[in-house]
């Protein structure tokens, strides 16, 4: 739906002369930061590698511009903005799970990361796997859609860096 909601916007843009139109900052950043819902709403359950354990509601606002075609004005609604509402569904998830089953995909990835970072997150990360963690336990499954945790963290610390939580606000985002 969000797909379709920006790239309406984009359609009734005025073309620019200088090419292929490409998305602006605000609508980039809508269609990129599914993985982070992912990877902190998401978790492996028996039933489905990807389940989402949380409810999300988003709003996009948009603002009307006056654009001339030729001799004529149009109104055309842009996209200005979103927001997101998150609603945990399954807090018990956290601190357990059934067998076959993993917690939220953040925790596996975040032992994924390089070390370096992860120490700078906590110096009790140094060096530990998802079996350091009695409330990650351990599970055989390391992959989400044929894409391991490595691969699925560097998305989820490009997104984070894309939307604004470099350096400090992303260690700090990851210590919570």
């Given at each position: 739906?969000?797909?379709?909601?920006?790239?309406?916007?984009?359609?009734?843009?005025?073309?620019?002369?200088?090419?292929?139109?490409?998305?602006?900052?605000?609508?980039?950043?809508?269609?990129?930061?599914?993985?982070?819902?992912?990877?902190?709403?998401?978790?492996?359950?028996?039933?489905?590698?990807?389940?989402?354990?949380?409810?999300?509601?988003?709003?996009?606002?948009?603002?009307?511009?006056?654009?001339?075609?030729?001799?004529?004005?149009?109104?055309?609604?842009?996209?200005?903005?979103?927001?997101?509402?998150?609603?945990?569904?399954?807090?018990?998830?956290?601190?357990?799970?059934?067998?076959?089953?993993?917690?939220?995909?953040?925790?596996?990835?975040?032992?994924?990361?390089?070390?370096?970072?992860?120490?700078?997150?906590?110096?009790?990360?140094?060096?530990?796997?998802?079996?350091?963690?009695?409330?990650?336990?351990?599970?055989?499954?390391?992959?989400?859609?044929?894409?391991?945790?490595?691969?699925?963290?560097?998305?989820?610390?490009?997104t984070l860096e894309f939307v604004g939580f470099e350096g400090e606000r992303m260690i700090s985002l990851m210590k919570v």
């Amino acid at each position: 739906v969000l797909k379709h909601l920006t790239a309406i916007h984009l359609s009734i843009r005025p073309r620019q002369e200088t090419g292929p139109e490409q998305p602006c900052e605000v609508v980039s950043k809508i269609l990129k930061v599914d993985p982070l819902f992912e990877a902190f709403g998401n978790a492996v359950t028996v039933y489905n590698n990807n389940s989402s354990r949380f409810g999300k509601f988003t709003s996009l606002y948009y603002e009307k511009e006056d654009v001339a075609f030729g001799d004529e004005i149009e109104s055309v609604y842009a996209v200005a903005g979103s927001t997101f509402e998150t609603y945990l569904l399954e807090k018990a998830r956290v601190i357990s799970h059934g067998q076959n089953e993993r917690s939220y995909h953040i925790f596996y990835q975040l032992l994924c990361a390089p070390e370096e970072f992860k120490t700078s997150v906590w110096d009790g990360l140094k060096d530990t796997t998802q079996e350091s963690f009695s409330y990650l336990g351990s599970t055989d499954i390391d992959n989400i859609d044929d894409r391991c945790d490595a691969q699925c963290w560097e998305d989820v610390r490009s997104t984070l860096e894309f939307v604004g939580f470099e350096g400090e606000r992303m260690i700090s985002l990851m210590k919570v």
